[in-house]
């Protein structure tokens, strides 16, 4: 039996979440450059987004580019922001076939003007769709995105608009770039490294972790089931005991 007929699918996570790591590697260890990881880690993400799809998984946030990742080489930068371009401009169609709305987390301004343009273009041709929402992290990272949440909410406290009292977990998840999604119930990381380099901190404080060797070029649905399926066998108890849940 697959992994896909062993998923109990009234109990699917709404939102998962993906820290694509490996692409450069994958290919490394191929003799390959890492360009070649990374559109190789396009063919992955196409695969998953179609599992997420198959079975109805309503949210899937991936981390594609984060806040550090500006630190890389400017070739790989420039390779992976065209990379970007070219990804976000082929999918609309399958998208929209799909039914799956795009949707973009980080920094975006920071991006070159052609990546805003042509990512604010995709998510407006797929805005009307509703059976998925797949979520680009793209200069991203979750110490910007909370330190920019307290300052919206400071500002909306001095303008009066706001009083101090109303600073709870919910107003301040309102001004997180994840506003109107449930928190992921799993993050995936693929690529062997057991960190969280940064992803979603706030977001994944009861998620459930899953780390994998698996490099991200070779991780595909039957790989996304996998996960699913280990993710149902655990007990979530949110600090109670065993004997409280039903
Ligand atoms: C993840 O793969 C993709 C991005 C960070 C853009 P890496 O490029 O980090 O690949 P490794 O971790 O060096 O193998
Ligand atoms: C995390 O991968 C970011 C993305 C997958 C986009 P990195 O490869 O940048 O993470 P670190 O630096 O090894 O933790
Ligand atoms: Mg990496």
Known sequence: MGFKEQIDISRLPEHIA???DGNGRWAKNQGKFRSFGHESGVVSLKDVVEGCSDIGV???TVYAFSTENWNR???EVNLLMELLISTINAEIVTLNKNNIRLNAIGDIASLPQKCIDDLKHAMEETSKNTSCTLTLALSY???WEIVQAAKKLALLVKDGKM???DINESSFSSQLTTVNMPDP???IRTGGEHRISNYLLWQIAYGELYFTETMWPDFMKEDLFEAIV???KRERRFGKISEQLN
Request: hydrophobic content about 40%.
């Open 18 to 20: 993906i820290i694509m």
């Open 141 to 143: 990272s979750s110490k």
């Open 58 to 60: 309503k949210y899937l």
């Open 163 to 165: 009083d101090i009292n």
């Open 230 to 232: 280990d993710y149902q």
């Open 73 to 75: 080489p400017i070739e």
């Open 185 to 187: 119930e799993l993050l």
